[in-house]
């Protein structure tokens, strides 16, 4: 899900695909890889804070990046559409997979 080269092409196509594939409301799983940088792991946190979401957090081999995993319950797909634009926005770097 890295950078795609139209983004609302690409959101209108992930939206169809989470209305297919789940029955609403469902746990949803975001992962993110971004650099090990323990202030952009923390702003990832943050945009998830006060959800009941479970995030876990694994080093790459060399340390250099950090997956993030974020795993909750999501109403809808525009719910999960919003959250990853809302990562994009803030977190300079990211990929979301």
């Known amino acids: 899900m890295s950078t795609p080269t139209n983004p609302e092409e690409f959101y209108k196509k992930l939206k169809g695909q989470l209305q297919d594939t789940a029955l609403w409301p469902t746990e949803y799983l ?24 479970v995030i876990n957090t694994t080093p790459s081999k ?7 995993s974020v795993n ?20 300079e770097g990211v990929i979301s997979l």
Not at 36 to 53: C, H, R, T, V
């Open 62 to 68: 060399n340390g250099k990046y950090t997956s993030v």
């Open 30 to 53: 975001y992962k993110f890889i971004v650099k090990s940088d323990l202030k952009k792991i923390a702003e990832i946190e943050a945009i998830f804070d006060n959800m009941g979401a």
């Open 72 to 91: 909750l319950r999501m109403r809808n797909p525009d719910a999960v559409i919003e959250k990853y634009k809302e990562v994009a926005i803030k977190i």
